[in-house]
T-cell receptor, first 113, second 110 residues
Framework: GAGVSQTPSNKVTEKGKYVELRCDPI?????LYWYRQSLGQGPEFLIY????????DSGLPNDRFFAVRPEGSVSTLKIQRTERGDSAVYLC???????????FGPGTRLTVL | GNSVTQMEGPVTLSEEAFLTINCTYT??????LFWYVQYPGEGLQLLLK?????DKGSNKGFEATYRKETTSFHLEKGSVQVSDSAVYFC?????????FGAGTILRVKS
């Protein structure tokens, strides 16, 4: 079946602009996670949803970052006033419940010029 | 806090060589431990896991044993193949989130 999909695969933007990154989880998965992977590093947790609500947003670096999952399926990560330091690969993962394996998408590579 | 440290790469081996990638962790309590693999051009995939002390996870010829005494979860394979070339990440699960190491690049030459 279809895995986790993320769009766009690449996004280039200018400093100060607003961006939205989309994640389509595996159908039926109730838990959804966002991670950020900087060059040469492992993924770092940003936020996790159980259903429609953000159960843990402790990894969001500051208030420029926000994520939603209004219908408990697709999620959007929103970054305001982008900075060059936001350049990274943003990974989305989903799992059937919180105690199951997390399945990762291919990521969105964000470049802020 | 919770953290994972793994050996720096790249690790370059000849085909059929023995592989060890070291991983140690710091955690409160007894987390589940994982190895993820990222093949070129692909997303992260779970390779193996162990949920409690002395558990051995295994998959595709890779093994790792959860060692509470040494807080380690080293990845091993007896005979690597060119197709094993990838980036390997050790991780622990804290609450509902994964905490990853920095990754180790493995290059296998024929």
């Amino acid at each position: 079946g279809a895995g986790v999909s993320q769009t766009p695969s690449n996004k280039v933007t200018e400093k100060g602009k607003y961006v939205e990154l989309r994640c389509d989880p595996i159908s039926g998965h109730t838990a959804l996670y966002w991670y950020r992977q900087s060059l040469g590093q492992g993924p770092e947790f940003l936020i996790y949803f159980q259903g429609t609500g953000a159960a843990d947003d402790s990894g969001l670096p500051n208030d420029r970052f926000f994520a939603v999952r209004p219908e408990g399926s697709v999620s959007t990560l929103k970054i305001q006033r982008t900075e060059r330091g936001d350049s990274a690969v943003y990974l989305c993962a989903s799992s059937p419940t919180t105690n199951n394996e997390q399945f990762f998408g291919p990521g969105t590579r964000l470049t802020v010029l | 806090g919770n953290s994972v440290t793994q050996m720096e790469g790249p690790v370059t081996l000849s085909e059929e060589a023995f592989l060890t990638i070291n991983c140690t962790y710091t955690a409160t309590g007894y987390p589940s431990l994982f190895w993820y693999v990222q093949y070129p051009g692909e997303g992260l995939q779970l390779l193996l896991k162990a949920t409690k002390a002395d558990d051995k996870g295994s998959n595709k010829g890779f093994e790792a044993t959860y060692r509470k005494e040494t807080t380690s979860f080293h990845l091993e394979k007896g005979s690597v193949q060119v197709s094993d070339s990838a980036v390997y990440f050790c991780a622990l699960k804290y609450g509902n989130k994964l905490v990853f190491g920095a990754g180790t690049i493995l290059r296998v030459k024929s």
